[in-house]
């Protein structure tokens, strides 16, 4: 009778440790499952010319899937193992046609956070600053834009801007393309666009540098898609619109996104 009890206590304990061990693997298992999916439902979107994507090499970059717009004659970048589309798309526009292109194609299928980078990110200016808002948003997932700031609002600091020739910064960029010929903004300068174009003027001082910035697919979704179609018209006729520098230099203002928690300065 005594060795009963002493095989049941035995299987007791038996039954008790594998039960353990069962949730420990269950509960480790719930957690990558739920790193997976937001890992799946943010998405890089990447505006291509004839860079070399070379730091899509390295992390954080290795974290999240990407679409490639291609707006080059080739093909010539590294194929990162995370790209799941490229997509040839006209040379018009930079980047700021890219993303708006993005946001209008996919405006039902959105991802919950989508990061939008120009190609040229390696650049010393621009790679920090990006490593910088993707590795935020470990503690943060709402909207942020990569901001520099000249101390006052940047419509005061940038209403008289205006450019008349541009070429690009990065050197596989200009060497291809050595055009320098803008297509000026029917309104400008700078400051009589912005009022032609936004209803507010929040007087932040974010000024969104090289176009760097994530968003959610509910800040995204605030305006409708009309308003993107509209947008999108003033830089899809040529390669080289001045409405692109105005862009960049109120990307917060498209999203209506002027409050200082959405800037990454």
Known sequence: MKNNHVIILRYFWFVFLVCIVLLFVILYYLENIENIENIENIEMVISRYNENLQWLKNDPFLQYDCIVYNKGPNTNFYKS?????????????????????????????????????????????????????????????????????????????????????????????????????????????FGKWFESTFDENTKHDCFTMNAIFLLTREDILKKPKSYYVELISQVNKHHNHETVHYFERSWPDVFSLTDKSNFLF
């Open 81 to 189: 193992p995370k790209i799941t589309q490229i997509l040839q798309i006209d040379n018009v526009g930079r980047e700021t046609h890219t993303y708006l292109y993005h946001i209008i194609n996919n405006y039902d299928k959105l991802k919950d956070i989508t990061i939008f980078l120009p190609g040229s990110v390696e650049l010393d200016k621009k790679y920090d600053r990006t490593v910088k808002l993707i590795n935020n948003l470990q503690n943060d997932k709402s909207s942020k834009f990569s901001c520099i700031s000249s101390g006052q609002s940047t419509f005061e600091s940038q209403k008289d801007f205006q450019i008349d020739n541009y070429l690009s910064s990065n050197n596989e960029n200009s060497t291809l393309n050595k055009d320098t010929i803008i297509l000026k903004s029917d309104i400008r300068p």
